[in-house]
């Protein structure tokens, strides 16, 4: 019964409003003027409801052939769609190292300086906060009268030194700057501030790191004595060796940068902005995280999804809607002496939407091609 239901109710049915159609459409033709072509309409209409029948029947076993394609098809992306995930998850740490790396070498700005100069400082700033601990813990203790512990000061003693360190970094871009420009003014002046930041480190950081050598000095020669001018002498060396290995190494092309990220004028290296506007121009633009491989997958497997399931759909509602239309082409055939529909239909983008028949069927009549 289910396949006599599916089989042949709708031709059936089809086949009898045909024929309710036919008999008062054959008794129009004493009165219709252009009886021969009338007639012929009527034989073709036959004939597309037999196709359509036909259409109908084999349409049934073509939808089930596709649904199972599709099926088929949709567990495929779905596995595929499933192994591009875990692989974009299992990739992302290394694009992310390639983009970043491919970021620090392209741009003008000298992101490996900066970084560099940013870890030396911090690393400067924690040896001279374990050496000057000591010193400070006593003469803060000598000065409120009671004993500090040690924890509670090395975290703002680190800052200090930090804020120190990095203050030195700038004063000394600052003099090579003035040095560059020949302005002796300016050369005076950060030379006096420079001379002061250098006593300020000698006397209270690098002084204590020599202190903290005399020991090992001690432990190789007998009756040693540094002295006063020794120390600082030493103290001295040592503060320009540092500074001068550090900033022809990398702090040179670090400290403009972090001053000029400071002062709020970004980031960009003062020497390469006449090339910006080409390099700009040339870039490609950024791309997300996701990579392009992945991206072109998720495109063809939508673009996919869209034409099967149109193809879906298709062989679904085309065959049952080819014998209503052949039964729909007796009625306009009755009326109007045409058809409304042009079949077979090849595809659901040649069904026509309600509106877009009523204009069709309006311009017609407005032509005269239609007898009212």
Known sequence: MAAKRLFLLLPALAFIASCWLTVPAMLTVVVRSNRKEFITSLFVTWWDLGK?????????????IV??????????????????????????????????????????????????????????ALVFTYVTTPLVVDTLSNISGE?????????????????????????LSNFVNAVQSRKVMGII???AIELVVMSVEVMFLYREFVDSLVPWFAQYSQGFELGMFWTIAIACIAWFGVRSI??????????????????????????????APEKVAEKAPVSSLLSRQFVATVKEESLWLRAKGDD?????????????????????????????????????????????????????????ELTS
């Not at 970021?103 to 300086?113: K, L, Q, Y």
């Open 52 to 64: 359509a029948i036909l259409s109908f029947w084999g349409g049934i076993f073509r939808f089930v």
């Open 67 to 124: 649904c199972i394609g599709s099926v088929v098809g949709l567990l495929k992306v779905i596995v595929v769609g499933l192994w591009s995930v875990v692989l974009e998850v299992l990739t992302l740490p290394f694009r992310l190292v390639r983009k970043a790396g491919e970021s620090v070498t392209s741009t003008t700005v000298p992101w490996i300086a900066v970084m560099l100069t940013v870890v030396w400082c911090l690393i400067e």
């Open 147 to 171: 004993q500090l512990a040690a924890a509670t000061v090395r975290i703002p003693l680190y800052l200090f030194l930090l804020f120190v360190v990095l203050g030195s970094y700038a004063v």
């Open 189 to 191: 002046t950060i030379s």
């Open 246 to 275: 550090s900033w022809f190494l990398f702090a040179g092309a670090g400290t403009p940068t972090i001053l000029s990220i400071i002062q709020g004028k970004g980031a960009g290296a003062p020497p390469a902005k006449e090339k």
């Open 312 to 368: 879906l759909l298709g062989a679904f509602i085309l065959p049952p809607l080819q014998v209503v239309a052949a039964t729909v082409n007796f009625c306009t055939l009755l009326v109007s002496g045409r058809h409304l529909f042009e079949l077979p239909f090849s595809s659901i983008y040649e069904i026509l939407s309600t509106k877009e028949m009523l204009a069709s069927v309006a311009a017609r009549r407005e032509a005269g």
